[in-house]
């Protein structure tokens, strides 16, 4: 069963970020840094690249046959998240129902990871969170971005 709590994280993030998002790594970091900032209660565990829900990854799936969004994988394996009419009507709802301290908190978050390069994104989280990197398996990686990046 997919909580409510997770779709509506699922509606947020990519409502936010102008209704699309590319890519399941940005979806799921910026998902989990907006859940970490403003305790929504979606559950996420370490896996091989840092934390990952599969009730975040279930409710898409969910929205999806509710016709609130719509994913697709392109020929390089990108996904490609986008709010269908519907799934906007429900962020504005949504948004009704957020502190104002809380709706900027996701927005910022948002703002910030929506177009930036993956690997900074990565480098980020695992900096910020590194008990979610238990398990990864691509932590030396990462570790270079950080250098790189200056995090």
Do not use: C
Request: proline share 3%; aromatic share 12%.
């Amino acid at each position: 069963m997919v909580s409510e709590k997770a779709k509506e994280l699922a509606i947020l993030v990519i409502g936010l970020a102008g209704g699309n998002l590319t890519s399941e790594t940005r979806f799921q970091k910026t998902a989990f840094v907006v859940n970490e900032l403003t305790k929504f209660g979606v559950k996420f565990e370490p896996m091989d690249f840092g934390p990952f829900s599969k009730e975040l990854a279930d409710a898409v799936k969910e929205l999806n046959k509710e016709k609130l969004l719509r994913y697709e994988v392109d020929d390089d394996g990108v996904v490609h998240y986008v709010l269908t009419q519907k799934g906007k009507e429900k962020l504005e709802k949504l948004k009704e129902g957020i502190s104002k301290d809380d709706l900027e908190k996701i927005r910022a978050v948002v703002n910030k990871f929506k177009d930036a390069p993956l690997t900074y994104i990565l480098a980020y989280v695992y900096s910020k969170y590194p008990q979610y990197t238990v398990k990864s398996k691509i932590i030396d990686k990462v570790e270079e971005w950080r250098r790189y990046y200056g995090i």
